[in-house]
């Protein structure tokens, strides 16, 4: 059967690898040994002590790392995958990465024969955990047919977007969005909870209104009113994937005034509150300075 290897067994790498151990003998690798060891005492896999032995018996190779630049980090070297990666296996890169590093990676895995495609995801742990990602593939159409079953094990809905770094692109798009209903809400609810308006009744209005959004309808209800506050997805992933929209942007020669703005707040949120704090962290940054509570 085919063989997988896993590298990155961060907050979605793991539930990922975690699908995929379902379906293929897979071996994994994390910079962090211990925490691909825990990994195994609960999942089918081996351990590998280096990139480059996690992928020699590999046929399909994926990736989930913070960014593109650590994945082709782990490219070069003695240990690295380039070392001991087959001929004609299958790169899949599930890192929001960015389309430029993505077809530098693409170019120098192409030197082996070894085919890439850019599939960063979209769902958090939850929808991983569940086989629910959406997961958007830059590649030609030949490589997304052969990652297709891949993907599956984690992914629900998986759409090819085009060349290699088309994957990267869409989903920054979405980030910066993401990012910008996040800012904005944590403004306006502040400011609705301060006039005196109850959190959860007000929520509920604006979500059977035209101010909705994904943030309003899910994350707040879930995660905000409830007080549950999990960490799932840091704020400096999402203010790295604001900085790759806003490059592509730039790269376009386009104008965008609004979202300059929410790059500005977003860099200056993630330098005031730290590379550990979650992405909804500034919307209890905006409650705790006005002296209210999103809660109901
Ligand atoms: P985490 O910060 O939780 O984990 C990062 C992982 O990458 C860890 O396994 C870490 O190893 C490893 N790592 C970090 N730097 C390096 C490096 N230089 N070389 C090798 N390994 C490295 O990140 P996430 O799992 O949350 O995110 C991974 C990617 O997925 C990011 O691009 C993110 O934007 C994207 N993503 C995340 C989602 C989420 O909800 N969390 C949702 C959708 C996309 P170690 O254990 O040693 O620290």
Redesign the pocket.
């Known amino acids: 059967m085919t063989a997988v290897a896993f590298l ?6 793991r539930p990922m690898a975690a699908r995929v151990a379902e379906r293929y003998p897979l071996t994994v690798w ?3 040994r211990e ?1 691909a060891e825990a990994f195994a005492r609960s999942t089918s896999c081996q351990v590998a002590a280096t990139p480059a032995a996690a992928v020699r018996d590999a046929d399909v190779v994926l990736t ?4 593109s630049a ?1 994945v082709l ?2 490219l070069d070297g003695p240990d690295g995958v380039l070392a001991g990666i087959r001929r004609g296996a299958l790169f899949l890169d ?4 960015d389309p430029a590093t993505s077809r530098r990676i693409a170019a120098r895995l192409a030197e082996r024969e070894v085919a890439f495609a850019d599939c ?6 939850p929808g991983a955990e569940q086989g629910g990602l959406t997961v958007m593939v830059g590649g030609e159409p030949e490589v997304f047919d052969r990652a297709r079953p891949y993907l599956e094990t984690f992914g629900k809905l998986i759409v090819p977007m085009g060349p290699v770094g088309a994957g990267d692109a869409i989903k920054a798009i979405n980030q910066v969005l993401l990012a910008t209903h996040i800012l904005a809400l944590s403004e306006a609810l502040t400011a609705m909870v301060k006039a005196g308006v109850p959190a959860r009744a007000g929520l509920e209005v604006l979500n059977a209104s035209s101010g909705r959004s994904f943030v309003s309808e899910s994350l707040v209800p879930d995660r905000v009113l409830t007080g549950a506050w999990p960490r ?3 704020l400096a ?1 999402l203010d ?2 604001v900085r790759i929209a806003l490059e592509l942007i730039r790269q376009l020669d386009l104008e965008s005034p609004l979202l300059d703005v929410v790059a500005e707040h977003s860099a200056a949120l993630r330098s005031e509150l730290g590379e550990a704090a979650d992405y909804l962290d500034p919307i209890r940054r905006s409650e705790q300075r006005a002296g209210v509570e999103i809660r109901g």
């Open positions: 990155g067994l961060g907050a979605i790498g994390n910079r962090t925490r989930c790392l913070p960014t650590d980090g782990l599930c890192t929001s990465g960063p995801v979209s769902g958090g742990p799932l997805f840091r992933l790295k994937d």
